[in-house]
């Protein structure tokens, strides 16, 4: 059995959680979020704590055990406190703006890269920094992963789009002899 399952979870103040069949849905300030729990996963609510546990033995159950604890970690504390991803855009030339419901690159292609924002992800632009921020840590992460792919930082001179905090190794450049 999975250690994060053998602790109940507490449910915060503010915090509704229900469970209707297999659907799990949190209520909190900042939205409600839902998922599916697999048949095969128990869930119990009462008395401000959930407990998680297996219907059955199988090596599946016992994989999906600590992976459900973890969603409905995340749930709660994103029903709370958002979850935030920053992005550093670095290079001459490169910019990002958000204008209205899209966020707008200027990667030194030839043309613009517009990309949509999901309505629940709010999205902030300044001075080379975009901030990603939302209460489902999913989205937050794909939208972050997403913004980062349409220019990976190159080895070289360090320019493109990455992770704050995030270690770009450098290469050597061209010797001259």
């Known amino acids: 059995m999975s250690r994060l399952a053998k602790k109940p979870i507490i449910i915060p103040e503010k915090v ?26 128990a869930v119990v609510i009462k008395d401000g704590t959930i407990q998680v546990s297996p219907k059955n033995e199988l090596l599946a159950t016992k994989q999906h055990l600590g992976t459900t604890v973890a969603h409905i970690k995340n749930m ?4 709370c406190v958002a979850f935030t991803k920053k992005l550093i855009v670095e290079g001459i030339g490169f910019k990002a703006e ?19 924002i999901p309505s629940d992800l709010k999205v902030v632009s300044e001075k080379g920094i975009v901030s990603v921020s939302g209460s489902d840590i999913e989205a937050v992460g794909a939208l ?4 980062r792919s349409l220019k990976k930082p190159e080895p070289y001179k360090g320019k ?10 450098r290469k050597q450049g061209k010797k001259t002899t």
């Open 16 to 41: 509704e959680v229900t469970l209707a069949g297999s659907l799990f849905t949190v209520k909190g300030p900042l939205g409600t979020l839902s998922r599916k729990i697999a048949p095969a996963i």
């Open 76 to 79: 709660l504390s994103g029903s």
């Open 98 to 116: 958000v204008k209205g419901a899209e966020i707008v690159f200027l990667l030194g292609f030839s043309h613009q890269i517009k990309l949509a």
């Open 144 to 147: 972050a992963a997403k913004i």
């Open 160 to 169: 493109g789009i990455r992770y704050e905090g995030e270690v770009i190794r």
